[in-house]
C-alpha cells in the first residue's frame, strides 16, 4: 500500500503515468474498499495508524479512479495481458514524443538544431514600479 501512495505522489507531479490494473477485482470494490478486496485492506489496516490509512486510502480513490484495465473472472488472461501489453507501449510512445519534443526545443535553445521550426517567442518583462 505504501508503493501505491509513492505512485499516486509520484503522479500527481507527472513524474510517471499510472494504468491502473484491476485483476479480478473490481475498481469500484478498490475505490471504497470494500467486498472480498476492502476485507482485506480492513485487516491490513488493523495493524496501522490513522495517518497511513488515510494516506492508503486517498491512493486507491485516486488511483482507481483513473481509467484503467480490468481482468474479469470469466476473461481470458492472456487476452488480457495482450491488452496490457498495448495499453504500455502506447503510453511510452505518447511519453517518448514529449521526451523528444522537449529535448527538441533544448537543443534549439542551445542553438544545436538545425532544423527550421522556430521557438515561441517569450519576451522578459520589467518589473513594475511599486509605490507605497
Known amino acids: 500500500m505504501d508503493e501505491l501512495v509513492k505512485m499516486k505522489r509520484l503522479a500527481d507531479k507527472n513524474k510517471i503515468q499510472v494504468i491502473p490494473i484491476f485483476y479480478k477485482v473490481r475498481a469500484r470494490d478498490v475505490r471504497r474498499q470494500t ?3 476492502g476485507d482485506n485492506f480492513w485487516n491490513l ?4 495508524s490513522g495517518d497511513q490509512i488515510k494516506k ?4 486507491l ?3 482507481s479512479g483513473k481509467m ?3 481482468l474479469k473472472n470469466k476473461s481470458c488472461e492472456a487476452d488480457f495481458i495482450k491488452e496490457i501489453v498495448k495499453e504500455v ?3 511510452i510512445a505518447a511519453t517518448g514524443l514529449k521526451e523528444e519534443e522537449e529535448n527538441h526545443f533544448e ?8 532544423c527550421s521550426c522556430e521557438l515561441p517567442d517569450f519576451k522578459r518583462s520589467k518589473p513594475e514600479k511599486v509605490v507605497m
Open 45 to 48: 489496516a488493523k495493524a496501522s
Open 107 to 114: 537543443k534549439k535553445r542551445r542553438k544545436d538544431c538545425n
Open 35 to 37: 467486498g472480498e478486496f
Open 61 to 63: 480513490e485516486c488511483i
Open 89 to 91: 507501449v502506447r503510453v
Open 56 to 59: 492508503w486510502k486517498e491512493a
Open 68 to 70: 484503467g484495465l480490468s
